[in-house]
């Protein structure tokens, strides 16, 4: 600064923190120089990085578990995985909510990201790919504000605009894509909508709209009232799940 201009960075003195080097050591050069009377840093500011290219108003930011990535939540509907060194883009877009999504983490592995969103949902997605995992589930009513794993991974916490909070055993839900079982007579759907098999396997989610008439496999019609039927017969599910898909 002493061999350089002086023009280049008189206009700059007077803003620089007033503990820094560079202000305690040439402020006393410029004495008639002006001078911030309110706002001004005692300090150089600690911002590392600032990453923009966000899409939307960032509502929720989580570090993985191994401080190497960061994932964003915003009111544009996506959720966006980040390096945490360099700021760059590490996935495409999870897309799939159909709302402003509230809240993210991850898993305790980090192999797994957690949201919940303006759409009543809550979706499960692989932290490496940005696939879905299970999901969505959903709440009985109001946005899904926060969301969080449990330490062992096992459980999903939620809270809600409806008052509530809500615990799922992530352990079966997973297990519930990948159960050979069937939907049947004696089949329930449980609070949440999903049909669940003898054991509790988690088949398929059923949209609210379609719950209260959702005709059994062996129920021909309901007479006067708008019902839904299933077609199972190309139904596949288990570990050949991906063969549902015509490549």
């Known amino acids: 600064m002493a061999k350089s201009a002086p023009h280049v960075y008189l206009s700059a003195l ?3 923190p007033s503990c820094s080097l560079v202000s305690t050591h040439y402020s ?12 001004r840093l005692s300090h150089w500011p600690s911002c590392e990085m600032v990453i923009s290219n966000v899409g939307g108003s960032v509502r929720s930011v989580a570090f993985s578990p191994d401080g190497h990535h960061i994932v964003s939540g915003s009111d544009d509907r996506t959720i966006r995985l980040w390096n945490a060194t360099t700021g760059e883009t ?25 949201s919940g969103s303006d759409d009543q949902t ?9 696939a879905k995992v299970a999901g969505p589930f959903t709440r009985r009513s ?24 809500r615990m799922l055993n992530f352990t079966k839900w997973e297990a519930g894509t990948k159960s050979d079982v069937d939907f049947t007579d004696h089949s329930v759907i449980d609070d949440e909508g999903w049909i669940c098999g003898s054991k509790g396997e988690l088949l398929m989610w059923i949209p609210p709209m379609h719950r209260e008439r959702l005709l059994r496999p062996s129920t021909i019609w309901i007479s006067g009232q708008p019902e839904t039927r299933l077609d199972l017969s190309n139904f596949v599910h288990g570990p050949s799940w991906t063969t549902c898909i015509d490549t």
């Open 28 to 39: 006393s050069w410029f004495p008639r120089m002006l001078h911030v009377e309110r706002g």
């Open 14 to 16: 007077p803003f620089a």
């Open 90 to 114: 590490v996935a495409g877009l999870f897309t799939g909510h159909t709302d402003s999504v509230n809240s993210v983490a991850f898993s305790p592995d980090g192999h797994h990201i957690v």
């Open 122 to 130: 809550i979706r499960v997605w692989n932290a490496t790919t940005g």
């Open 142 to 165: 109001g946005s899904v504000l926060s969301v969080a794993f449990s330490p062992d991974g096992h459980h999903i916490v939620s809270g809600s605009c409806d008052r509530t909070i």
